[in-house]
């Protein structure tokens, strides 16, 4: 303790020394590390920090602590005794399942948007995308082989998708399936939600950081490198490698924020070909079958969870009914990409989007 305590007394004193004397402040470097086993993704984090080894250091507890929810929202594998997404999805329906305080409340949270009218995406919707998931996965094996799951098999497995059969006990932060096929599917949230819990954490160790969790970006405090923002690059959803080859770009705008989220989904993310044209992974629960309107759509807020939940629904819906649902929370901006390619931005985000900047300052003159 007294330790610690001559520890801050020396950091002010240096403060106060800097503000004197005009010193500079510690030098420090921008690092990179990547890992590729979490979440079923590439997890990009940058920051800044005096040397390697110390920014090494804080990213592996970063990284240690997204692995850990990584673990908790896996629905897929099982973990030891963890009361995990695939534990409740084996169990839920034989008693109720206590689990994780962060788990409890994300799915408090997705219950509260059901209730509230907002049923675009629907994490009980697991038995549909589980279908849609097996035949994805054969597909991309065996391309050849390659078929669409029957409007018979989609509709009996989403007789089991309705969110009231999952009953949330908050005093013993249980669940329980009253109906036996039902099955949880967090993909829409979970890296969002992911990002979120790590944000502290991250703003502790490396208050500059970018974290990139697949098409999930979050910026923190603006680079220390002179710049006032993040740039954060939105993907053209039909650039493929032999366009780029060609000489283009797979960039199609650039976000400039710091602070902030920027989430994208897309159809291009994770998708299997039947017969030449392409099925990706955002499942419409009125068709059973992929949205077909849009190519991608990208929200900026401060949060991920809302950011991951909105762009899904936005995806889906019509650019009218996105905008109305997206007018429901405060501090979101969105951009859309239809399925012919037009790019449409809401009103704000012109104070993020490179291209909308661009485009407002050759109108004004």
């Given amino acids: 303790m007294r330790r610690s305590a001559r520890r801050i007394a020396l950091f002010f004193v240096c403060l106060a020394l800097a503000g004197l004397t005009g010193c500079a402040p510690e030098k420090t470097a921008r690092y990179t590390c990547r890992v590729t086993d979490i979440f079923d993704t590439e997890i990009t984090l940058s920051g800044f920090a005096r040397d390697q080894s110390a920014f090494?250091?804080?990213?592996?507890?970063?990284?240690?602590?997204?692995?850990?929810?990584?673990q908790m929202l896996d629905g897929y594998n099982a973990y030891g005794d963890l009361h995990n997404l695939w534990y409740v999805n084996h169990h839920a329906a034989q008693a109720p399942v206590q689990v994780p305080k962060e788990f409890y409340n994300l799915l408090v949270w997705c219950r509260d948007q059901w209730q509230a009218g907002r049923q675009t995406v629907n994490i009980a919707m697991g038995s549909v995308l589980k279908i849609w998931h097996e035949y994805r996965v054969r597909g991309i094996a065996d391309p050849a082989s390659a078929a669409l799951p029957s409007m018979e098999e989609l509709q009996e497995a989403s007789r089991h998708t309705d969110f009231s059969a999952v009953q949330l006990d908050d005093q013993n932060r249980t669940v329980y399936f009253t109906d036996p096929q039902l099955q949880l599917d967090l993909g829409a949230v979970a890296k969002g939600y992911a990002a979120d819990l790590v944000l502290p954490l991250l703003k502790k160790e490396m208050p500059s950081f970018l974290l990139s969790l697949?098409?999930?970006?979050?910026?923190?405090?603006?680079?220390?490198?002179?710049?006032?923002?993040?740039?954060?690059?939105?993907?053209?959803?039909?650039?493929?490698?032999?366009?780029?080859?060609?000489?283009?770009?797979?960039?199609?705008?650039?976000?400039?924020?710091?602070?902030?989220?920027?989430?994208?989904?897309?159809?291009?993310?994770?998708?299997?070909?039947?017969?030449g044209r392409r099925y990706h992974h955002i499942i419409d629960p009125g068709t059973l079958f992929p949205a077909a309107g849009m190519q991608s759509v990208t929200i900026v807020c401060e949060s991920s969870l809302l950011a991951d939940y909105l762009s899904t629904s936005l995806f889906i819906l019509s650019q009218q009914d996105g905008e109305a649902l997206m007018r429901q929370f405060d501090g979101v901006e969105a951009m859309w990409v239809d399925k012919d390619g037009t790019i449409t931005y809401s009103d704000g985000c012109t104070r993020y989007s490179r291209n909308a900047k661009k485009a407002y300052a050759q109108m004004q003159e």
Avoid: C, F
């Avoid at 592996?60 to 692995?67: A, C, E, F, G, S």
């Avoid at 993907?235 to 080859?245: C, L, S």
């Avoid at 283009?248 to 976000?255: A, E, K, R, S």
């Fill in 56 to 70: 090494d250091e804080k990213a592996q507890r970063v990284m240690d602590r997204l692995r850990t929810y990584h």
């Fill in 214 to 275: 697949g098409g999930n970006v979050y910026a923190g405090d603006a680079p220390r490198d002179g710049r006032d923002h993040w740039n954060v690059g939105v993907q053209d959803p039909r650039m493929g490698p032999e366009a780029i080859a060609r000489g283009g770009t797979d960039i199609l705008d650039v976000m400039e924020i710091k602070n902030l989220t920027a989430v994208t989904s897309g159809d291009y993310w994770r998708y299997y070909e039947v017969d």
